[in-house]
């Protein structure tokens, strides 16, 4: 078997690469190891910056996050006892997409097939491989699917197969340079079958740990707690979920308790901040969580995936059009926005959740720095701006 770029990996970063591959006639298959339903039910992200949304519209397949997703123009912080807008549109004439990541997934897989797209669902990729072909090295996925080993040849291979997947661990160990940083908490995940109470995101700094209150429908809310790494979700019955969501999400002199509902998902994120430098070798191209992973606080993961693949699209067309340039360049254009996303990411981690191993001095320098936030506008300007959208430099 035979295509012009293999991809590894049925997440937003493959699919939509795909999908532009497509629209600039380079074709593609897509290996993915899970099946469709899987892919299409694996509740993660929710906030779509300015520009990835623009470029999903400008392919063709903007046209449910236009009419189902909402558009919001500000988050709340919120800390002792009190709320406190960052007002996106004021301060940055820019707003975001509230449209969850299984819609996406969703609108580009409809999309893909409806177009002929080539998408092999509980396909697993196994082992990338160059081949000597007219003297060139080409690269080869190794994949079982229906327990039967397949090979595909191909002119590039861009693994978009997430953190967990085979493409990074594929570079040559001694070309590659990683940066992590873990941090002393996780989150708890949950979403309800109950109307969102507020119509913002809210962003809630308490002793007790960070809360999240977002949403995915007028019926669904999609709520986060920070909670001790390790923490196992049979610890959270439901009515010390609500209790502690009660708590978090207190304001003075205001009932800002968040309606109740049936919670029909419970799951435990880990915080974690990862880079991968470069993100090519050779033929072998990484992108999206495969290459760099943030912490959710930012709401940027989704985000560094549909980047990456633009670039990445626009490169491999140049490639066939004669032009190395664009793709000699992918890595270090994309890191550039890799790394200012990180550093957010970190900063919004770090200014929100109350750090279990913090001393209290350092307590006191992040309520400090959130009062701040809050009374200046040039510091509120910096949140909505890498919220927003990453500027470019
Ligand atoms: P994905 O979505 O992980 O997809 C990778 C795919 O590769 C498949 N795969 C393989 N297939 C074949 N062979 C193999 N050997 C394979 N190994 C793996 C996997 O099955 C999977 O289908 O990566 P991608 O496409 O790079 O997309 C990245 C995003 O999913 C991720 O960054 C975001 O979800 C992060 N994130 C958020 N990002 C935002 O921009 N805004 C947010 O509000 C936001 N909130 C979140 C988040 C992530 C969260 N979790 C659960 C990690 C909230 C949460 C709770
Ligand atoms: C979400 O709605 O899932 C969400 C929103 C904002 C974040 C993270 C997750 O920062």
Redesign the pocket.
């Known amino acids: 078997m035979r295509t012009t770029v293999g991809i ?9 690469l795909s999908h532009l591959l497509h629209l600039r006639g380079i074709d593609s298959v897509v ?4 099946d469709r339903g ?2 299409e039910a ?8 300015h520009g990835p949304a623009a470029a999903l519209r400008a392919a063709g397949v903007g046209d449910r996050l236009d009419r189902e997703g909402s558009v919001h123009e500000g988050i709340e912080l919120r800390f002792g006892g009190r709320g406190h807008r960052i007002d996106f549109r004021a301060l940055t004439g820019r707003d975001v997409v509230l449209y969850a ?1 299984t819609e996406i ?1 969703k609108d580009l897989i409809a999309r893909r097939l409806a177009d002929g797209g080539d998408l092999r669902f509980e ?4 082992a990338i491989e160059d081949v000597a072909e007219d003297g060139a090295a080409r690269p080869r996925i190794r ?1 079982t699917r229906g327990g039967r080993e397949e090979v595909l040849d191909c002119e590039h291979v861009v693994a ?8 990074r661990a594929a570079l040559p160990a001694d070309r590659v340079r990683t940066f992590a940083k873990t941090y002393p908490f996780s ?1 708890l ?1 949950i979403l309800a079958d109950a109307a969102p109470a507020c119509e913002e995101l809210v962003y809630a700094r308490h002793e007790r740990g960070f809360a999240l209150y ?1 949403m995915r429908s007028a019926e669904v809310s999609r709520l ?1 707690l920070q909670v001790p790494n390790g923490t196992d979700p049979a610890e959270w019955p439901h009515e010390r979920i609500w209790a502690e969501l009660d708590a978090r999400l207190a304001v003075d002199g205001a009932d800002a308790r968040p309606n109740r509902g049936p919670i029909t998902d419970v ?1 435990v ?2 915080m974690r901040s990862f880079v991968t430098e470069p993100m090519r070798h050779g033929r072998l191209l990484l ?5 760099h ?2 912490p ?1 606080t ?9 980047h ?1 693949v633009i670039l990445l699209s626009e490169a491999l067309h140049a490639w066939h059009g004669g032009d190395p340039g664009p793709l000699d360049r992918y890595s270090e254009t994309a890191l550039r926005r890799v790394w200012r996303a990180e550093h957010f990411s970190y900063w919004m981690t770090t200014l929100l959740h109350p750090d279990p191993e913090a001393s209290p001095f350092e307590d006191r320098l992040q309520l400090s720095h959130l009062e701040h936030i809050a009374a200046s506008r040039a510091a509120a300007g910096s949140l909505a701006e890498n919220y927003t959208g990453i500027p470019e430099p």
Not at 31 to 34: A, F, G, P, Q
Not at 160 to 167: E, L, N, V, Y
Not at 287 to 291: I, R, V
Not at 298 to 306: D, E, P, R, V, W
Request: hydrophobic share 40%; glycine share 20%.
């Open positions: 590894i990996g049925a997440g937003p970063a493959g699919l939509f290996l993915e190891r899970r899987h892919c694996r509740q993660r992200a929710g906030v779509v910056e990541q997934v396909a697993e990729a196994t994949f978009c197969d997430g953190f967990h997947g085979i493409g989150w995940g977002s986060y799951g994120t880990p992108a999206g969580d495969a290459a992973i943030v959710p930012g709401a940027k993961g989704l985000n560094l995936a549909l990456d």
